[in-house]
């Protein structure tokens, strides 16, 4: 700080720092009284972990100054469509993959490909289709949400605090209410649920009560019921995995001992079911019933369509092709059978 070009001592300096830079206590704001140099000696500045431009602003009285810090931009994120086309990105520290092509913020940020959908969102769910676009329902943590078309359109809901986004335009509420959209409630005391939509044909929907009473809407319309024990969960659109970790599709026992499981339909196709068991193998289950093995270090989890996460950050399309390392979080989904969208963030972030 100079007064008349001296250094001065004992004036108040506010220094503000911006572009996600912050002091090492966590703030973007400092202010001190300048030495017998005229100076100031700021705390340590931390650079976000994706880099990129600050500006550095310094206020004394009428006086100003402002300097800028420049750190290399980490592209930290990544996708790939069904083209396949790779793209990648950056977002802050702790952002995670809910759903496919969707990326959710430590501040609750929901980006559909590095675009913004919504802000406050608690739950999410995705879905794709090839040439028509994705499909996003989502709930925030106030009860509103929405249903985001392929077109960019949002059709919004309001429900009670607590309500998640289960499925495809697919809402329970805290009270085991499921609905479909604002005002087609399915049932009542509903323990867990998901859902799968076709655009213009319909929904797969597939239900449980905590006491194990199971149902599931075929795209068609037509209902079926089954009992399950109690606790029964929906893991994924048509699934269900029972507490000792039996999973079925539809009714059907798919295997034992399953920790993950992803699932996806086609009209006319079938049903692909992923899993992964405890012990580190697992399996890629096709619409004709038959499975596809592999095994992986135990903990590895089914993260997307055919698409498993190791304990260590690998993250493999199948057995053996590895799409990148350092992954902390994952997800995708199969197209037709034989493409995939696949989107991850890395421990960068």
């Known amino acids: 700080m100079t007064v008349g070009g001296i250094p001065t001592p004992g004036r108040s300096v506010t220094t503000n720092l911006s572009g996600g830079y912050t002091f090492s206590d966590g703030t973007t704001s400092n202010t001190q009284l300048s030495g017998g140099n005229?100076?100031?000696?700021?705390?340590?500045?931390?650079v976000p972990n994706t880099g990129g431009t600050a500006t550095i602003a310094s206020l004394s009285d009428s006086s100003s100054a402002t300097a800028s810090a420049v750190?290399?931009?980490v592209k930290n994120a990544g996708l790939s469509d069904n083209s396949p086309n790779y793209s990648t990105m950056s977002y802050p520290k702790g952002t995670t993959c809910p759903a496919p092509m969707t990326y959710l913020t430590p501040d609750r940020d929901l980006y559909l490909y590095n675009s913004l959908v919504?802000?406050?969102?608690?739950?999410?769910?995705?879905?794709?289709e090839a040439n028509v676009g994705w499909f996003v329902t989502f709930m925030r943590s106030d009860g509103t949400g929405g249903h985001r078309l392929s077109?960019?359109?949002?059709?919004d809901v309001t429900f009670p605090s607590g309500t998640t986004a289960c499925g495809n335009y697919l809402f329970l509420t805290p009270l085991g209410e499921l609905y479909r959209g604002q005002s087609a409630?399915?049932?009542?005391?509903?323990f867990s649920a998901a859902s799968q939509?076709?655009?213009?044909?319909?929904?797969?929907?597939?239900?449980?009560?905590?006491?194990g009473s199971a149902s599931l809407t075929e795209i068609n319309g037509v209902v079926s019921t089954h009992s399950f024990p109690a606790r029964t969960i929906c893991p994924s659109p048509m699934t269900f995995l029972t507490p000792d970790r039996e999973l079925y599709l539809y009714f059907d026992h798919v295997a034992s001992d399953v920790t993950s499981v992803v699932s996806h339909g086609e009209t006319n196709v079938g049903w692909f079911v992923t899993f992964m068991r405890s012990d580190g193998t697992g399996g890629h289950r096709l619409s004709n019933g038959s499975i596809v093995d592999v095994t992986f270090p135990a903990g590895t989890i089914a993260c997307g369509s055919y698409l498993f996460l190791t304990?260590?950050?690998?993250?493999?399309?199948?057995?053996?092709q590895k799409?990148?390392?350092?992954v902390k979080s994952a997800a995708g989904e199969m197209q037709n059978g034989v493409a995939y969208w696949s989107n991850w963030v890395t421990e960068n972030c």
């Open 118 to 128: 919504t802000s406050n969102v608690t739950s999410v769910r995705s879905h794709g």
């Open 71 to 73: 750190a290399p931009i």
């Open 38 to 46: 005229g100076q100031v000696a700021l705390p340590t500045i931390n």
């Open 151 to 155: 077109n960019g359109t949002t059709i």
């Open 311 to 320: 304990p260590s950050g690998d993250l493999y399309q199948g057995q053996s």
């Open 185 to 190: 409630r399915i049932d009542v005391q509903v």
């Open 197 to 211: 939509m076709q655009q213009g044909v319909g929904y797969w929907t597939n239900w449980i009560t905590a006491a």
């Open 323 to 326: 799409i990148t390392s350092k």
